[in-house]
Each structure stands twice: as structure tokens, then as C-alpha cells.
């Protein structure tokens, strides 16, 4: 995963690359790390492709980490709709005033 590619002149500094199923890479903008019980989850905004509508849905992930030595880390899906919620309802408490969230 190279987070340094060249995407014409946009900010890189949160810019996460994300393969999906495919292998089809996909960009993503670091929103926040959230702590839930000892475990911490990204939250992470599309980034839309030139042409493409934003739909301004998160992706919720679980960082999980791959190497201590070398401090990788891994995004892995999230199943449980509970946990989901409550990262979401954390993240929204954190960002109320930077974001208009629609239920």
C-alpha cells in the first residue's frame, strides 16, 4: 500500500490507499481514530473519483496490528452492527460542530 502516490496536487498527508476485493485500489481521507474498549477503528471518507458523485458515507474499519517490531498495521472489516453504531455515535460526538451528519 503506497500512501505517497502522486494524485494531482491534493493534500496526501490524509489520504489512506485501500485495495478492495478486486485489487482495485481505492482513496480514502483519514477522518479520525476512535478507542472503543481497548480497540481502535479508523474512520475513513471515499474519496470520489473524478466524475463520480460523493455520497459522503464512512467506512468504519478495526486497526489491527500486523508487526510490533515495525509498527504495520492492518484495517480489517467490521460485522457487528452494535460496535459499528457506537464507533459512528462517537465519531459524530467528536465532530458535531466540523460536520452536518444526516440519520
Known amino acids: 500500500m503506497n500512501e505517497n502516490e502522486n494524485y494531482e496536487g491534493e493534500d496526501l498527508d490524509n489520504v489512506v490507499i485501500l485495495n478492495d476485493e478486486e485489487g482495485n485500489e481505492v482513496?480514502?481521507?483519514?477522518?479520525?481514530?476512535v478507542e472503543l474498549e481497548d480497540e481502535e477503528y479508523v474512520v475513513l471518507l471515499p474519496i470520489a473519483?473524478?466524475?463520480?458523485?460523493?455520497?459522503?458515507?464512512?467506512?468504519?474499519?478495526?486497526?489491527?496490528d500486523v508487526d510490533e517490531e515495525s509498527d504495520e498495521e492492518s484495517y480489517v472489516s467490521v460485522d457487528d452492527e452494535e460496535?459499528?453504531?457506537?464507533?459512528f455515535e462517537i465519531f459524530k460526538e467528536k465532530f458535531k460542530d466540523d460536520f452536518d451528519f444526516v440519520d
Do not use: C
Not at 27 to 33: G, H, I, P, V
Not at 49 to 62: F, Q, S
Open 27 to 33: 482513496r480514502f481521507e483519514f477522518l479520525d481514530l
Open 49 to 64: 473519483e473524478e466524475g463520480e458523485e460523493e455520497e459522503g458515507e464512512v467506512v468504519i474499519l478495526k486497526v489491527e
Open 83 to 87: 460496535t459499528l453504531n457506537r464507533v
